[in-house]
């Protein structure tokens, strides 16, 4: 019999579990809330009543947006009805299953930005102040019962992408809440599930077992386009139902190409060959030689200046006469 105050689960071969919040953890959850509630009201946050008009101050909701919102809704309401109704064609009860699906992940995304902007407001994060306090208490392991963060909520916080306090957080909110996973809740999920039109997690399957797109072609574990070619052997293949390999490149024997009378063409080859043979040897730069000034004597440097000074007059001189000219 399962026990409804803990829920195990297994993670990189161990076990783990989150149990429910004993009676004094609940009470200073609830003091950790409060003291974050007035926190946030301090910095000047606002609070949950404020968040229809920041959203629309901001743009992220509008009349329209709201009807969109509304008549996803209603769809989903119909198609419950038509579902719980029966009197139609399976096909037919399975396409609107399928909408409904459809229209509830249109509605997630319409509402993110509400999401998120709520979990900034002073009850959003009080919220979430609790939860992580009660989270870091009741995640242990599962065969003694020992806290997994040894140090409580400051450990939590630090660790909070840890594999096991991510699979554990669902389940602890499941635990909390009284109820089971969403996706089992859902009208279209137990309809889809009732006729295995989906496996355990909810993936689409044919009336094989084999996982299918939204369009209903073969696909493996990741979405990858498949085909099978036998109970237990398939192919990848491009959206063309085109061969391919593990590495996504066309698997296919080459043939020729033809010119204009329909001959082979033969493919020119780099004339390199020879030189692959013998490599060629680059010339190296030459260097140029550092011509290092000797310390002139006394009277070549005087000899020298004066050979530059009339070589300056003489030009100074052409100058002049060619500005005569």
Not at 75 to 80: F, K, N, Q, Y
Request: charged content about 40%; proline content about 2%; hydrophobic content about 30%.
């Amino acid at each position: 019999m399962a026990d409804e105050n803990k829920k195990s689960f297994e993670v990189d071969g161990k076990m783990y579990a989150v149990r429910r919040p004993k009676v004094d953890e609940i009470r200073k959850a609830n003091e950790f809330r409060s003291k974050s509630f007035n926190e946030a009201l301090q910095r000047g946050d606002m609070l949950r009543e404020q968040l229809e008009s920041e959203l629309r101050k901001r743009k992220l909701w509008s009349d329209s947006r709201e009807e969109e919102y509304q008549g996803l809704r209603q769809s989903i309401l119909d198609g419950e009805y038509k579902l719980k109704k029966g009197g139609i064609r399976l096909a037919n009860a399975k396409n609107v299953a399928v909408e409904m699906s459809e229209a509830r992940e249109s509605m997630i995304t319409l509402l993110s930005s509400r999401t998120d902007l709520d979990s900034n407001t002073c009850e959003g994060k009080a919220d979430a102040a609790r939860f992580n306090y009660l989270f870091a208490c009741c995640l242990v392991y599962d065969d003694t019962d020992e806290q997994y963060f040894a140090n409580g909520l400051d450990d939590y916080l630090l660790n909070q992408d840890d594999a096991v306090a991510i699979a554990g957080a669902s389940r602890f909110y499941y635990l909390l809440s009284g109820s089971e996973n969403v996706d089992e809740s859902l009208p279209e999920n137990a309809f889809l599930k009732r006729f295995n039109f989906v496996d355990e997690q909810y993936r689409p399957i044919d009336e094989n077992g084999r996982l299918v797109d939204k369009d209903g072609r073969h696909i493996d574990e990741v979405g990858n386009l498949v085909r099978w070619t036998s109970d237990e052997e398939f192919e990848y293949i491009d959206t063309e139902g085109r061969k391919v390999n593990d590495a996504g490149d066309y698997d296919v024997a080459f043939s020729p190409f033809l010119d204009d009378d329909g001959n082979p063409v033969e493919e020119t080859k780099e004339v390199e060959e020879a030189a692959e043979e013998k490599p060629k040897t680059k010339r190296k730069p030459k260097k140029k030689a550092a011509t290092k000034k000797k310390k002139a004597e006394p009277e070549a440097e005087l000899a020298e200046e004066e050979a530059e000074t009339g070589q300056e007059q003489a030009e100074d001189a052409d100058v002049e006469e060619a500005s005569e000219e």
